[in-house]
């Protein structure tokens, strides 16, 4: 007879009723993630399939990554207000779609090349023109004739722009 523990049975075997509630968690965190990650990807492939009726064939890569720019920081911004509303869980949930977002994205200029580029541009400037807040439109539109929109912080950018073109945003 077996006794263990003053049972009069054998332990129960590993294909008990804990082993299949065990498994099923792990299905149930599966099977969340992954309608997470459908969800928040949903949503950009509609956003990049309408972006593709309207440039036909295809939009550019440059507009896939604007949009996926848009999207990481659209939940950015969520997660901070449900942050301010009390929400963790929401903004746990907002957090994690943007990280998955933003594995997407190609890494953007840092604000030394940003610098270098903006230099170049104010070289290229007449004297006059460099230190008029009516003369930015010329230096951002040389400067995005240079590089791709979508490959920089365009808020970065105009820091940069006003500081180098030594006046105050304020």
């Known amino acids: 007879m077996w006794t263990h523990n003053g049972f009069d049975r054998a332990p129960a075997p590993l294909h ?3 082993r299949t509630i065990f498994i099923l968690s792990i299905l149930d965190i599966r099977q969340r993630l992954l309608s997470g990650v459908k969800t928040a990807m949903k949503s ?22 604007s949009i996926l720019r848009k999207a990481a920081l659209r939940r950015k ?3 901070a207000q449900f ?3 009390s929400r963790p869980d929401l903004a746990d949930k907002e957090e994690n779609e943007a990280a998955i977002i933003s594995a997407f994205l190609p890494p953007v200029l840092s604000e030394d090349a940003i610098d ?4 170049e541009v104010l070289a290229e400037l007449p004297p006059s023109q460099t230190d008029s807040r009516k003369n930015l439109g010329r230096v951002y539109k040389s400067f995005y004739s240079k590089v791709d929109k ?5 808020d ?3 820091r ?8 105050d945003s304020s």
Do not use: G, N, W
């Open 16 to 18: 008990s009723a804990h």
């Open 44 to 65: 950009i492939l509609s956003e990049v399939y309408a972006a593709d009726k309207i440039s036909p064939p295809k939009a550019p890569s440059s507009s896939i990554i």
């Open 77 to 79: 911004d969520s997660a």
């Open 83 to 85: 942050i301010q509303a």
């Open 116 to 119: 270098s580029i903006l230099t």
């Open 150 to 154: 979508s490959m920089v912080d365009t």
């Open 156 to 158: 970065a950018v105009k």
């Open 160 to 167: 940069r722009a006003e500081v180098l073109m030594t006046f």
